[in-house]
């Protein structure tokens, strides 16, 4: 007599979509159910708190919200500090801006006077060499 076994039945065959998809989803139900776990004991533990541990935990309550004043105020301070050692470098910077285009601004002047005498020398040149010839035709 022969036995009869069940029909093995094999999972639907899913797409690589489709079984990451499913598998997102089982992640993001056990991390629920894990959330949801660990505020159900928290809930608990609360309720069982003596005074003692309430009071220890008000004075960890202020020593590290005077630790984070405390580390607040150094950052406090460290802008402070970084902020007038910018404006410091920014007031070097400008004030070397505006020496470079002052010796600019002179250098200029001074190219501009040396060319207006060349010029000058030059048309002054030009026109003894005029009076010359005009005297040589005349006199000559």
Do not use: Y
Not at 8 to 18: A, E, F, T
Not at 35 to 53: F, I, M, V, W, Y
Request: aromatic content about 4%.
């Amino acid at each position: 007599m022969a036995t009869c076994t069940p029909p093995l039945i094999s999972p639907p065959v899913l797409s690589h979509k489709q079984r990451r998809a499913f598998l997102r989803k089982e992640r993001r139900k056990r991390k629920r159910q894990a959330l949801a776990q660990a505020r159900e004991c928290d809930g608990k533990n609360q309720a069982s708190h003596t005074p003692e541990e309430e009071e220890t935990n008000d004075e960890d309550n202020d020593i590290a919200e005077e630790d984070r004043k405390r580390l607040h105020d150094e950052w406090l301070e460290r802008e402070r500090l970084a902020q007038e050692e910018f404006r410091l470098w920014f007031e070097r910077q400008e004030a070397a801006q505006k020496r470079k285009e002052e010796e600019d601004r002179m250098i200029k002047e001074e190219w501009e006077a040396q060319q207006t005498r060349e010029k000058e020398e030059k048309e002054q040149k030009q026109q003894e060499k005029r009076d010359r010839e005009v005297k040589r035709t005349i006199g000559g």
